[in-house]
């Protein structure tokens, strides 16, 4: 009973989530139009919009921007086939409506075509329309700009842009950097009812640190680190 109630507390809007695909996800995340194709997890208030797409991810972090149109782990066709069609490697279901169901037609995809889910880590930003390559690692505080296509593992807190996506610079000094990633910021107790200067990064870092000072180890997590799964009866859930 209280398990359904914090899914309630979750937003998915027209979302289409494949069958016997399980999504685990914190509380409270945000979907909407979001197509989702294979296993994977999602930390509590990342966000994704109208029209991504997870083609495989083994996990997204905590307050991850992931804007409209951006298209994560998308499949490899096998490029030294005879074609690279998905019939030659019986991958064409699509085609079930004509062809016989379940008749094997061709060799399935090799390992390597299909492994090396990306990682997205936390506080990551994804600018519209921007294509994640398997394999792919984005380190926690990175930005991808708009309509990139990103081909390489990004370093925290790097913006990368274009096609094939570049760093562009960083978000902060090698300092700053270095402080964020030691204070893991997304795993404190954030506090999400009074004025913070969230706006001054090293006025912020000194507040951060007193949590950690302050905070029992066993409590550093958020309350709700509790992992829900979901499967494809929730699409369209409210
Ligand atoms: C990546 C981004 C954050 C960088 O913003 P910025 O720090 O103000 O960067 P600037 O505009 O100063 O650009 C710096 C350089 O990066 C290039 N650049 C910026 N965004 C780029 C992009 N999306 N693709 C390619 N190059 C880009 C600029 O041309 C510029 O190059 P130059 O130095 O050779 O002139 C921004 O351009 C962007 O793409 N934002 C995403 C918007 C979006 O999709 N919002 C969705 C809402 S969730």
New binding site residues.
Partial sequence: MKEKKQIKNNFFKDCDVSKNIKVEFENPIYLEEVKIMHHTKIGQFSYM?KGALIGTMKEMGRYC?I?PGVKIGLGNHPIDYLSTHPLFFNSASMFDFYLKKNLMIGTHRTHAVIANEPIIGHDV?I??DSIISRGVEIGHGA?I????FVNQNVPPYA?F??NPAKL??YRFSEEIIMQLLELQWWNLEIDLKNYKPYHDVEKIIEILKTYHDRANPEKLFLLNRKIYPIDYKFNNHR
């Fill in positions: 919009g921007s804007a930003w600018g519209s930005i700009g708009a309509n990139s913006i842009a274009g562009i610079k």
